[in-house]
C-alpha cells in the first residue's frame, strides 16, 4: 500500500510572468527548503507516468518517485484547474519547511520552474487513515487496539508540537483522517498544511473564512469563522471518535438517528451504553476501559464551548493515562441537533458533497448559504465563549 499528501500544479495565465517571479522570489527567501529541478522530478516518476500515481485531489495528482540515490518521495504537482493552489502550495512551504517532528509529514524540498508547482515529502507506504481504517472494503488492513491507541497518541503529539511548541504556533485547519498518513510502522503523519495559518502570541483567535470539511468542523468557525486552536481540538475529537469506532463521521446510509456518528456518541452516552461505539472489527480483543476513556476524551474535545474543551498537551496526557479524564466538564452541547441539521443543509444544498465539499474546502460564498437560520443562536453561546 501507498501514500502520500495531495499533490498540485499551477494554472498557467498570459499574465503568469510577474506572479511567477514573486512567488519564485517567496520560495528562495524561505531557508531549509531545497529546490528540485523539474528534469530530476520528470525522471523520479517516469515522466508523471499513470503507473506512479498514488493519489488524486482536486489540487492536483500525488505520484510516487524514486531517485537515483535510492530516496522514494511522494510528489504532490499544484493543477493547472486550482484557483487556490498557488496560495496553499506558498503557505505549505512556509509552514512546514522549518519544523519537524516525527508525527509531521517531512519535507524534502519544492520545485518552482517555469510554470511548475511541486511539493516533494516523504514517501509513506500505508495510505492514510481514510483509505485504510475507515476504507471498508476497500482496505484489508486490520487495526487492533494497540495500533488504534498509538495512532491516537502520535496525532495528539503531533497536534501539541503544533499548537504549544513552535513560535509562531500553527493551527492546521483541516485534521480529519485522509490528512493523517501512516509508515511502514503504522507511525501516524499529520498532512496537507496548505490551509494551516500561523498566530502570533499577542492574538487569541482570527477571524476567516471558513475553510475545512464538513464533519470535522467546530461550531464557532464553522458558523462565525472564528478560528482558534480549539477549532483543531473540536476535529481531533470527532477524527478519535472515528479512530475508536472504526467509521467515517458521516454516513448517510445508515439510519436517520445513526447518521452522524458526534451525535449518536452524544445520545450513547447520556443512555451510559458508549461502549457501543467501539469498533465490532477487533472482535471484542481491546482494552474496554481504555476504549472508553478515548470516547469521553472525543467528547471532551468537542465541547459547544471551546474554553471548555482541553489543550493537545492535557489531551495527550489523558490518552496516556498520565491524567484522569475531566469528567464533569463533559456535556451534551446544547444545539448539537441544530448544528448537524446546518450540516445536512449545506449538504442538501450540494448534492455533489457526501460530508465534504471539494477537497474540504468550504467557501464562504458557499457557507452564507447555510448560516442564516442558526447564526443568531450560536452567535449567543459563543459570545459568551470569547
Known sequence: MTCCSFLFSRKKTACSAEHTTEIDDEVSGIQNTKLFPYKELKMATGNFHYSNKIGEGGFGVVYKGNFRDGIVAAIKVLSADSRQGVREFLTEINVIANIEHENLVKLHGCCVEGNHRILVYGYLENNSLAQTLLGGSNSSMQFSWSMRRNICLGVAKGLAFLHEEVRPYIVHRDIKASNIL?????????????????????????????????????????????????????????????????????????????????????????QKQLAELVDVSMGGDYNNEEAHKFLKISLLCTQDMPKQRPSMSKVVKMIAGEEPVDEQNISRPRLLSEFMNLRAHKEKSD???????????????????????ATMTFNSIYDRSN
Request: aromatic share 8%; proline share 4%; with cysteine.
Open 182 to 270: 501512516l509508515d511502514k510502522n503504522l507511525m501516524p503523519k499529520i498532512s496537507d498544511f496548505g490551509l494551516a495559518k500561523l498566530f502570533p502570541d499577542n492574538l487569541t483567535h482570527i477571524s476567516t473564512r471558513v475553510a475545512g470539511t464538513t464533519g470535522y468542523l467546530a461550531p464557532e468557525y464553522a458558523i462565525r469563522g472564528q478560528l482558534t486552536r480549539k477549532a483543531d481540538i473540536y476535529s481531533f475529537g470527532v477524527l478519535l471518535l472515528e479512530i475508536v469506532s472504526g467509521r467515517c463521521n458521516t454516513n448517510r446510509r445508515l439510519p436517520l438517528s445513526d447518521q452522524y456518528l458526534l451525535e449518536r456518541a452524544w445520545d450513547l452516552h447520556d
Open 351 to 373: 448534492p455533489t458533497s457526501e460530508g465534504t465539499s471539494k477537497e474540504g474546502i468550504l467557501s464562504s460564498s458557499t457557507e452564507n448559504v447555510t448560516m442564516s437560520f
